[in-house]
């Protein structure tokens, strides 16, 4: 940026200024590969599959443009991708990197066994979907449970996974079996990331047959980090764990988790009462729960309560 900026001082550029002083300050081929991610619209999916060869893993990593839509692409669109790969050895760091050109190509990871799992754009840094078969998404499971999968990498799975199916590229029983593996998640920015996600699977499903089912999985996804977190407030716990309770809380009232409402319910009488005011942070779930299953009279109180509040 300095190159650039003192080179073409009091003067008007063009964006290939730019690309050209980047490229000769870093020697590597900056312009080439930003005119193919703006010069076309979108942005792409890579599509990976693994085999073992030995001691080796070898992948083949294929591009095509990404519709959210689920409409299929056109065959015209390349681009020059930085793809990166991590490994269950070295779940925090790029074990190999090399750039995707052509509509596929081969990739070989030395040393990578056939039980450890191969994480595409770890820090999910590149700006790009990542599609994974089904055997390849079953390895990440147990990183998630212990999370040697970095946070970042949790999200960014997760993300990717219900964007292919939210396409209808992935089957949805993929995004649920891996959901599975979050149940002991701490993670507040991931946690709202499986929220979003169940809110529009929820309102897919709702009236119909398997509504029941899906609030049974809802409550037995978020059961574990409603119960550790708890209602009150710990000595010390950091703001996002503040977030993620009312987080937690309100998608266990919505799930019908019978405690949870019950709860909701008392200390709703206890705040309207003035014998315990609710914290800023609950006033929304408990509320939002109340009201749910709430008549006419739980309506007025309602009203009084907000001009109160």
């Known amino acids: 940026m300095n190159l650039y900026l003192t ?70 669109c390349l681009w020059m991708i930085p793809v990166t790969f991590s490994s269950s050895d070295s779940p925090g760091s790029v074990i190999q990197q090399t750039v995707l050109e052509t509509k ?15 994480k595409v754009n770890p820090g999910t840094v590149g700006y790009y979907r990542t599609q994974y078969p089904p055997d390849m998404l079953a390895q990440f499971v147990p990183a998630i449970r212990d999370k040697s999968l970095p946070p970042l990498d949790r999200l960014g799975l997760l993300d ?30 991931v946690w709202s990331s499986i929220a979003n996600s169940l809110s529009k699977l929820s309102l897919l499903l709702s009236h119909t047959d398997f509504d029941d089912l899906f609030r049974l999985y809802g409550r037995r996804l978020m059961k574990g980090v409603g119960d550790r977190l708890g209602w009150d407030p710990k000595p010390k716990e950091s703001h996002l764990d503040t977030l993620l309770r009312s987080l937690a809380i309100d998608r266990l009232c919505v799930f019908e988790d019978e405690a949870y409402i019950k709860e909701a319910h008392k200390r709703f009488e206890d705040h309207v009462s003035g014998k315990a005011p609710l914290p800023a942070d609950l006033r929304f ?14 309506y007025n109180t309602m009203l009084r309560v907000r001009f109160l509040t």
């Not at 073409?8 to 991610?37: C, I, R």
């Not at 996974?161 to 507040?188: C, I, W």
């Not at 779930?285 to 739980?298: C, M, S």
């Open 285 to 298: 779930p408990v509320f939002k729960a109340v009201l749910a299953k709430g008549d006419e009279k739980t």
């Open 7 to 76: 080179r073409h001082q009091y003067k008007n550029t063009f964006t290939e200024d730019l690309w050209a002083a980047l490229e000769e300050a870093s020697h590597k081929p900056v312009g080439a590969v930003m005119s193919t991610w703006t010069k076309q619209m979108g942005f792409p999916v890579v599509k990976v599959t693994s085999r073992q060869d030995g001691n080796n893993r070898k992948l083949t990593v294929a591009q095509e443009k990404f519709c959210a839509d689920g409409k299929a692409s056109s065959n015209d």
């Open 160 to 189: 990717d996974l219900f964007a292919m199916v939210q396409a209808g590229q992935t089957p949805t029983v993929e995004v649920l079996k891996l959901m599975q593996a979050f149940s002991q998640e701490d993670n507040y920015t």
């Open 104 to 118: 596929s190509a081969e990739v070989t990871l030395q040393g990578v066994s056939a039980d450890e799992w191969v």
